[in-house]
């Protein structure tokens, strides 16, 4: 079982940014691709990002051109960099690897 941690959320104005990181306990972490799903309150949990142990990334329509993915494997970690932030963004977000998940990072946005 790899464990991850999330951080980077916080209250931010629409049109903000922040950054996301979803650190891994173990190294398996770094051969495997990651995603980033998001929960707002109310609705199912979606799919955001994509990222693939070689670096490609996908991502849902929605973020298109407002969140990229990238991963530092020297550091474990995954990170999710997200601007031009809108109210519709709030919501729980996670990291995935496999069936691993984190406990999520609160991202909330205002209007």
């Known amino acids: 079982q790899v464990q991850l941690v999330e951080s980077g959320g916080g209250l931010v104005q629409a049109g903000g940014s922040l950054r996301l990181s979803c650190v891994a306990s173990d190294r398996f972490f770094n051969i495997n691709g990651v995603g980033w799903y998001r929960q707002a309150p109310g609705k199912q949990r979606e799919w955001v990002a994509t990222i693939t142990s070689g670096g490609s990334t996908n991502y849902a329509d929605f973020v298109k051109g407002r969140f990229t993915v990238s991963r530092d494997n020297a550091k474990i970690t995954v990170y999710l960099q997200m601007t031009s932030l809108r109210p519709e963004d709030t919501a729980v977000y996670y990291c995935?690897?496999?069936?691993?998940w984190g406990q999520g990072t609160q991202v909330t946005v205002s209007s």
């Open positions: 995935n690897m496999r069936t691993n």
